[in-house]
């Protein structure tokens, strides 16, 4: 027992050494292949004044890991500044972004779950919807948008709308799916048992479908939060999305690093709440 | 909101720290009065009248202690009594304040992070809209399509947009018809054709065969003054060369990735091109057609006359803030209030050789062209009958073009006639001129013979 207990101990210590290798192996190469300056252009003093770095002293467009982090250092100091309607700090933004993606996202489970229990149960529905959800499963959750600003007719719902059209199909798959292959012994014993319909489907099937319902929701968010970028940088206003854009618009590839590298933690925080919830639920057969 | 506490207060300090003792500091005071109009005004009559009174009495007793030791003797009542005796307070306040009640003040106005939109945006930090009236904030937007949808949607109440696509969301191309006006341009020039620095020998257009060039939208002036160039070096621009739409902000990406070998782009694309290095200046647009009309101010007709009041006000702001930018001497400071990142969100050297007309060409010279980009809010019905005969030229309306009836009902010339009198700036005489596109006169009265009289078309 002991020995296996250090085992795992000097894995996961291992593991831990590697990848701070990766990482320092990584910063170090980056750090190298944009620190280089090229050759120094012989300008007019008066020219030069009106030209950016890049062009006067050939400095590399890519930015360093060392630019980077000290950007990276200015927002997290000051994540909430607000300097009018289209200059706000990253947390602001990341605020607009996750609000938008937790209200699609709980539309598509109130949506979803309840309508994933009826296909789930039912042979017919779940025949007759099939054609339906297949077709509009597939579909880029962005082309959805034109449509949806032009029906909604308000952008900030239209984003809504996208994040819930396209989370809502994992989740009913799965909890159809999970509804569908709930054992049939247990379902014979409630029946032996005279347990009402209501009854069945809370004390029964649900726990039982539970961990596959949960590995939907797990898909979803993810997602979610994959299309909100997208979304936000076509509508604009507000959101990490539109954080991404103005910056690109500023050719400021060190802020867009700054909010990829956000983007992807706060999705793997998402994930992770939702790994922790899938754990909640699961049962030992 | 400093400016219109109660001046009749003898604990409130009226020129403390700075001169006209609005702010903390002498440093803060004058960040503020070069980013502020000269003249900052609400619109509730007490307002007007504490600042019409602080001006007095700031006249009346230049040192603050003696004003605060008369107010403390006499009492602030007593004070204003005293001084309405030989100074009409309430008719300065009445002259200060003549305007008709707004049917809505808190208004949202879209732009494209470009200089073009440098009137609209302008406005804000440098308080035109404040002065008439209105709170407006001015909301950056992703790209035309966008700016359409939006404004369509009421989300913005007015927006910058193309000068060509009033026209075309009123006749229904590239989506449904709407009635829509346009009752101002904002600039005039400001655009240039930029190419990739590999190309800088090839500077004879012959030459660009097979070329991938972009241009902002397909209705925009970019579209059709790119085509007319090319033309009229006979590059047919549908067969010889690639023209696509692309959003400003990837414009200088894809240059630099070699996606396109050029584009005709409105600033301050062509200058960041530069700037960093990806590119050169090949010409301006002013050199195809002088005084040419790029983005405009446009609002929808519903807007117009649901809330007419509103909607004079937010024009003449527009107006007001057109005329400021038209000074030289003013431009350096416009370039530093609409660099930040909360507007144009670029380096402010990049804006400035912009606005000043002194810039780098990307090929190692400083030029010196002041009307690179000039403002003038002025929309000739002229010119509107030219976009719609470039628009039938390339095959982008069909049938028969009503060329005057559209232009007048969409460019609002009559109107901007009105507000500028009203503003204190001359209109010009006629609502519609003449001009000459690569030394070829354009006679507004006839078009269709204008569209004949070209070589490659696709009508």
Sequence with gaps: ?285 | MSMFNNPFDPKRRLTSGCPCGQHRSVEEHDRASQLQAQEVAGSEDRRYENVVAGAVLRAMFPQDAARRAFLKSVGSATALAAISQFFPLSTATEVFAQAKPLEKKDLKVGFIPITCATPIIMAKPMGFYEKHGLNVDVIKTAGWAVVRDKTINKEYDAAHMLSPMPLAITLGVGSNPIPYTMPAVENINGQAITLAIKHKDKRDPKSWKGFKFAVPFDYSMHNYLLRYYLAEHGIDPDTDVQIRAVPPPEMVANLRADNIDGFLAPDPVNQRAVYDGVGFIHILSKEIWDRHPCCAFAASQEFVKGSPNTYAALLKAIIDATAFATKQENRKQIAEAIAPANYLNQPVTVVEQVLTGTFADGLGNVKKVPDRIDFDPFPYESFAVWILTQMKRWGQIKGEVKYADVAKQVYLATDTTKLMKEVGLTPPASTSKSFVVMGKTFDPSKPEEYIKSFKIKRT
């Design chain 1, 1 to 285: 027992m002991t020995i296996q207990k250090a085992n795992a101990m000097t894995l996961s210590f291992r593991a831990a050494v590697v990848s701070i290798l990766i990482l320092v192996l990584f910063l170090g190469s980056w750090h190298l292949a944009t620190s280089g300056t090229g050759t120094v252009q012989q300008m007019d003093p008066e020219y030069a004044k009106l030209m950016g770095l890049t062009a006067t002293q050939g400095k590399s467009a890519m930015p360093g890991p060392l630019q980077v982090g000290a950007t990276l250092w200015k927002h997290i100091t000051n994540p909430f500044y607000d300097n009018g309607p289209n200059d706000k700090g990253l947390g602001i933004q990341l605020a607009y972004s996750i609000g938008r993606v937790v209200l699609g996202y709980l539309l598509a489970v109130i949506v979803a779950i309840p309508l994933g229990f009826l296909i789930g149960m039912s042979q017919l529905m779940s025949r007759a919807l099939d054609p339906f959800i297949q077709v509009l499963k597939p579909i880029s959750p962005l082309a959805w948008m034109p449509l949806a600003l032009y029906t909604i007719k308000d952008s900030n719902y239209s984003a809504i709308f996208v994040i819930f059209i396209c989370s809502v199909w994992p989740m009913l798959i799965n909890t159809a799916f999970g509804v569908a292959s709930v054992r049939k012994e247990w379902l014979n014993v409630a029946r032996t048992l005279e347990v009402g319909a209501f009854k069945r489907a809370f004390t029964v099937i649900l726990p039982a479908a539970a961990p596959t319902i949960l590995t939907g929701m797990r898909i979803s968010i993810g997602i979610a939060w994959l299309v909100i970028v997208a979304a936000e940088m076509l509508v604009g206003g507000t959101g990490i999305g539109y954080f991404v854009w103005n910056e690109w618009n500023n050719l400021s590839i060190t802020n867009v690093i700054n909010a990829i590298l956000v983007i992807g933690i706060v999705g793997m925080i998402l994930d992770q709440l939702l790994a922790r919830a899938a754990k909640l639920v699961t049962y030992p057969e």
